[in-house]
C-alpha cells in the first residue's frame, strides 16, 4: 500500500491492484473496507502519525492476500439426463503458511 500525502494532514490510500481505496487524516483514524467482505482491509491509527509529514511524502508498506482471485465455471452439456444426482465441491484454503 501507498500512502502519499497530498498536504501536511491529509493523505490517500492507494493499493498496488485496486487504485485509491481511501482518503483520510491524520487526524481520525482510517480503516478502509474491503467490498468483497464489509470489513477493513487494515486501520491507520491518528495516534500513531506524529508530525513532520509534508506534501509528496509516502508511507509504504506491503499486504499479502490470503487467497488469489478465483474464477469457477460449470457447464452442462445439452441432452437426456445420464444420471440421477449430479454434484460436485469446490474446496479454496486462504491461509498462508510463513514462518
Known sequence: MDVPFTNTTAFNVIGEHVGLIATGSTAT???PINPATGQPYFTLRAT???????????LRFNTVGALFPVWVVRT??????TVPNDSFTLLIRGDVDRP
Open 29 to 31: 483514524d482510517v480503516a
Open 48 to 58: 500513531g502519525w506524529g508530525g513532520g509529514w509534508a506534501a509528496g511524502n509516502v
Open 76 to 81: 452442462i452439456q445439452q441432452g437426456p439426463e
